[in-house]
């Protein structure tokens, strides 16, 4: 397995970042390395995303979906399973911690994770960062 995590506080609420969370078309807005994204179906649980950058599509599957604290997508390459849980924690009034967590599993992660895992979360603080901007204008 491969993991890596990244992390911010906001002063914006757990409802609002999660609101521009569920609204997946608007993430071009806010995550520059996007040029478009599209949610097929409700943001819930088996829905799929479609990201589209300068480089790449990618298609997420929704596994997880709590209401105001957390998503999370998985992707499947190569035998890998991708998952990136997007988490929301309030650490005090008035602030919200952000975290994105990226595990790499499945036959070769060892191996793969190291080399394809940095290319993936390298954006992350920086995505973060975009996000509470964003939220907090």
């Known amino acids: 397995m491969w993991e ?11 409802a609002h970042i999660y609101s521009l969370w569920a609204d997946v078309n ?9 040029i478009q994204a599209e949610l097929y179906g409700p943001f819930a649980v088996n829905s799929h995303i479609m990201m ?4 790449d599509t990618i298609e997420l599957r929704l596994s997880d979906v709590q209401e105001n604290e957390r998503f999370v997508d998985e992707v499947e390459l190569d035998g890998l399973l991708i998952r990136t849980t997007h988490q929301l924690q309030v650490v005090s009034a008035g602030l ?31 995505t973060i960062a975009a996000l ?6």
């Open 4 to 14: 890596c995590q990244h992390e911010a506080t906001s002063t914006a609420t757990p």
């Open 96 to 126: 919200t911690h952000i975290i994105y967590h990226m595990q790499i599993t499945g036959e070769g992660a060892e191996q793969l994770g190291p080399q394809i895992g940095p290319a993936i979360t390298s954006d992350f603080p920086d």
């Open 26 to 34: 608007t993430w071009p807005q806010w995550n520059q390395d996007l």
């Open 132 to 137: 509470i901007r964003y939220a907090e204008r």
């Open 52 to 55: 589209k950058t300068s480089d």
